[in-house]
């Protein structure tokens, strides 16, 4: 067996990297993969899309927002410091860098085809100043619309589309046909050419998301690097930076130039850290001043707290977990101390406008997914639900890309009706959950007690899962939590492409299955998740070399092993005739001859399977 | 907190065990318990049930069948024979003791409340001996039908339902009618009174299973002993002893003698084993001697591979993985080797006679599961799935208590019809599924991958889960495995209860999500299925005693805790009046104001929940 990452031909130049296995018996099996071409030591990834952007010819280069010390939010500096914290006005925040030319107009572009609504606030100045190190940040030209929903809404195909649907394998107009329709997104900021584009989409594949990110007591910027790169290494789509912690700026620049997959944040905990961590002192022009920063830097989608009403608040009041969500809490902190309508919900389209002009995509953030069972499904969730709905429609009228974040802690009995819910209020978006957990007793597996409820969801609809690591409500994950939640929630994602029947989601099992009778130990350690676990527990109990040809293992033994049996029997039958008859059914395939239904039956109406003609796996025999 | 092990009165001096956790805020709550008593060194467990038995007077002692060094299957002593194996009829196999006095009739007891069928053969002589050791061995008197069922359907109800009663928190005329209809079981050899009564039905908790047992390649008395007390410590319900290697017969006792919850075995294992592996020399003379051994040990529930028919085998051939059942794929290789029906199938009612009088129950094997998803739902799984129902309604007839077992590998959209179908062919017996596996790509993880489909199909109805650890297909569990597997499975059924809404079964979840909100670490960890490592996990990032009091943990950090701005602001809006409106609805039990349904939907009809009175864990708050 050999594994080696291959660039196969997407068309128009596109080159798409697939990861080839190639097994004992000459069989060959590609798979998709996350992990990005090889590092370069001491350099950044290369930025594959910066020729896509350029030849669009509809971005230009902007003087870049300046960075100030403020943006990594370092307590100690700011401690220090005779005020707490400093309004946008103070040069600590803009710097002192030039204002905006005449190159770039003030206005954010109108998206091209849908109207500003009429209660878009009139765009502010953006700030400007010095290019970030020597690399050019872009922005949407004056007029154009540079999102991928605007690009698709016209009709256009973009490379980024031909990328997805190789990966996917399905058709390029397929793709586009689901991004125009807002039942999926491609998050691909301008500003991050080192991405390799993906789709997050109900017929699509299930992805996975990893967070990672540092916190007040652990940080460290290259260990957060190591946790990106090692999570994209076992399948993570996409990485969010969640740090909250010391050198936030600096941290999310080396995550971004490392990533080869999108990368999301929660800008909201940049703000808060630029006032001190009070919740009260939040307004606007931070906030503002904080997503453009992101825009600029190259984050792909935002999760915006924007659906957290002052008037949800109260709701929460009985709850036996209160609000959960960070951002959540935030908000509603905000509303109760002001008392006025989060920030966020009023200046929504000026947000919009943005992101728009970066092709930032919003991950509506559901600021009060239930915390615990008894939580779930409660009037404060599906209050802010319908929220998400509403902005869903504005977002999508200024031509942002939208998905929407679902819970959270839901028992497996209530799955079903999230998954339908927000798909009737959120227009089809796709659907971002967090597991969720069934179960609230089992601190130290909640990888496990979420798993379990990702692949329910996943199956029923829910286009991209974000993992939760052992260490959920204990502590920040290290990287072996990090590599112990994506291996259960790729195991989530994939139990529902099969279960959704996706075309092709199936071979790999198959093959390993295939591997897995035939004693082919090394072929079935190597199409597993993690062939280094599977060698590992295979080797504890039967080190020895020749245990890898063996026909069978320690679980069984010589004599029990009824795979072995199987196999006597297969031989015996061929050899004195007594076999099956060659007429009978051919397993899986054929019909029943018991007086049984065969039909599978399940919750109504799983997520339709992807309608490509092509698959995103194939089994190559040699000689055919 | 404390945690202790209390006995609480379930009537007619029926003692029955729970572990009270004592919480830091004065709370109590009380769990099920599998532990057992305390152990005493060097010492088996006490009888607790030989009084219930004895005082029922419908069993007497029998002079045992003397146990030859056969028994244990010792490869070494079978190869130095002469011959590679002996006819029962020698005296390795029997013994030289004594033959059956007229103490005890020949006949099998003739079930009370259902004729023999016609087809039943004339029952034989079963072998009598020594006593094994200073253990009497019972067996039920002539004419005396003394299993659960029999008595369920008289009317009794015995102190086994008594026990199981309080430990599920229902009715005891609730338990005796769902074992008389045959929709639960208690397993409960007269020969086991070392065993806490526990229940298997769909209307009950979902109970987990616990395989332990040795293999050719690894094997230790001592160490299967030890993982069945680390299993039941974790909550096993039951466990199976599936040794197949040396010391078959000697671990076994040591086992069933340790084992404070019901013990499961394959006999075929053992059987198979005196014939030297060789399935083709395997006789039902054989085989009834080693359950007859097994019955006089005090196994409380057998495996019997009755339904692979020889017309099912060729159904196989053209499967990914063939048969993956041992015993499956033994029963097979017999029918082909003779060309005759399945011997097991043949002598199915004699077998049941044997099983009656010591009250062993039936799990009736599915010899044809599916070993990948490839294979699932197909023509030979239900084929035979058709005949374990024909089974079912044959074992009943003799008062034998029966389970069903179900797959094994099957995507999740396959998983409610595997269900429905068992329901439907088996009388509503309760189903026993391993797993189901819902992916075959992540060998070193499949008791995540099972677990998934354990949750599900629990929530659908299965009585209970044989647990997978993570070194299924891969070797022989050491006791790590067994404690993973163990809480995956924990937390499937848990998340099955859950679903199921089994009165009682969120008070755990409430109590430590209470628990978690109020920044009570000790207790949330003491409420945890696994407390040492939840208090493990903490402590790696904030290993300070004043974290354990700490309003927040590493996750988030002080200044990002949404516990802690939920509390701030509920503080907030009890002193300013800026609170919610005490006349809102209070949460998860009120109507919803936003346009939605909240109605909870799922797959169609989930298993009925226990419309028992009590429940079976109940907060108490001191000074109401």
New interface residues.
């Given amino acids: 067996m050999t594994r080696k990452r291959l660039l196969v031909d997407g068309g128009a130049g596109v080159k798409v990297p697939v990861v080839e296995v190639a097994l004992s018996n000459g069989e060959t099996l590609r798979l998709y993969d996350t992990a990005g071409p090889e590092r370069e030591p001491g350099r950044d990834l290369p930025p594959m899309r910066a020729g896509w952007i350029a030849e669009r010819g509809d971005v230009e280069p902007v003087s870049a927002r300046p960075v100030a010390a403020r943006d990594d939010g370092r307590a100690a500096a700011r401690l220090s410091a005779p005020r707490a914290h400093q309004t946008p006005d103070d040069p600590g925040i803009r710097g002192t860098g030039p204002r905006e030319t005449a190159q770039t107009p003030a206005t954010a572009p109108t998206p091209a085809t849908a109207p500003t609504p009429d209660t878009a606030p009139t765009p502010a100045t953006e700030p400007m100043g010095a290019v970030v190190g020597a690399r050019p940040v872009w922005r949407a030209r004056a007029g154009a619309a540079v999102t991928q929903l605007a690009y698709a809404r016209r009709g256009e195909i973009t490379n980024e589309m031909r990328f997805v649907a190789t990966r996917e394998g399905v058709d390029p107009d397929f793709v586009r046909s689901e991004v125009a329709a807002g039942r999926a997104i491609i998050p691909a900021n301008v500003n991050h050419p080192e991405s390799e584009p993906m789709i997050i989409g109900r017929r699509f594949l299930v992805k996975v998301n990893a967070n990672i990110g540092n916190?007040?007591?652990?940080a460290s910027i290259d260990e957060e690097v190591e946790k990106l790169t090692w999570a994209t290494r076992w399948g993570a789509d996409t990485v969010m930076d969640l740090s909250?912690?010391p050198d936030i700026h600096t941290t999310r620049e080396r995550v971004i130039r490392n990533s080869p997959v999108p990368v999301g944040t929660v800008p909201l905990?940049q703000a808060?850290?630029k006032v001190d961590?009070r919740?009260a002192e939040l307004t606007w022009a931070i906030y503002r001043d904080t997503i453009i920063e992101q825009c600029q830097q190259g984050v792909d989608y935002f999760t915006v707290h924007a659906g957290v009403r002052a008037a949800h608040?109260?709701?929460?009041?009985?709850?036996?977990?209160?609000?959960?969500?960070?951002g959540?809490?935030?908000m509603?902190?905000w509303c109760?101390?002001h008392?006025q309508e989060n920030f966020l919900y009023t200046h929504f389209d000026e947000l919009c406008q943005i992101m728009a002009a970066y092709d930032v995509s919003f991950s509506l953030g559901d600021g009060l997914r239930p915390?615990?069972?008894?939580?779930?499904?409660?009037?404060?969730q599906?209050?802010e639900?319908?929220t998400l709905g509403e902005l869903t429609t504005r977002a999508r009228a200024h031509g942002v890309q939208v998905m929407v974040e679902g819970p959270g802690h839901v028992?497996?009995?209530?799955?079903?009706?999230n998954v339908?819910?927000q798909a009737r209020?959120c227009d089809d978006a796709p659907f971002y959950t967090l597991g969720p957990l069934?179960?609230?007793?089992?601190?130290?597996?909640d990888?496990?007690?979420s798993?379990?409820?990702a692949?329910?969801i996943g199956?029923l609809g829910t286009a991209m899962l974000c993992y939760v690591t052992?260490?959920?409500?204990?502590?920040?994950p290290?990287r072996d939590d990090v590599k112990e939640g994506m291996?259960?929630y790729?195991?989530?994602a994939?139990?529902?492409d099969?279960?959704?029947?996706h075309p092709g989601a199936?071979d790999?099992?198959?093959a390993?299955?295939?591997a897995?009778?035939d004693f082919r130990w090394e072929d079935?350690?190597e199409?597993?998740?993690?062939p280094d676990?599977?060698r590992?527990?295979?080797d504890?109990?039967?080190p020895a070399p020749a245990a890898k040809t063996a026909h069978f293992?320690?679980?069984?033994?010589?004599?029990?092993?009824?795979?072995k049996?199987?196999?006597?029997?297969?031989d015996?039958?061929s050899v004195d005739g007594?076999?099956?008859?060659p007429s009978?059914?051919?397993?899986?395939a054929?019909?029943?001859?018991?007086?049984?239904?065969?039909?599978?039956?399940?919750?109504s109406a799983?997520a339709n399977a992807a309608p490509g003609p092509s698959v995103p796996v194939e089994i190559t025999t040699p000689g055919r």
Wanted: hydrophobic fraction near 40%; proline fraction near 8%.
């Fill in positions: 916190s007040a007591v652990r909250t912690g905990y808060l850290e961590g919740p608040v109260g709701l929460t009041a009985r709850r036996v977990t209160g609000i959960v969500s960070r959540g809490s935030i509603a902190a109760r101390a008392g915390g615990s069972v008894a939580d779930a499904n409660d009037e404060a599906f209050a639900l319908a028992p497996l009995d209530r799955i079903q009706h339908e819910l209020l069934t179960t609230d007793i089992a601190p130290g597996y990888h496990i007690t798993a379990i409820g692949a329910m199956w052992p260490k959920e409500h204990l502590g920040l290290d291996i259960a790729k195991i989530a994939h139990a529902a099969l279960a959704k029947g199936r790999r099992d198959d390993l299955s295939r897995r009778f079935q350690f199409l597993s998740l993690d676990r599977a590992e527990l295979h504890r109990s039967l293992c320690s679980m069984c033994g010589p004599r029990f092993c009824s795979m049996i199987s196999h006597d029997l297969r015996l039958a007594t076999g099956p008859d009978a059914p051919a397993g899986p054929a019909g029943p001859s018991v007086p049984v239904d065969l039909a599978t039956t399940g919750p799983p």
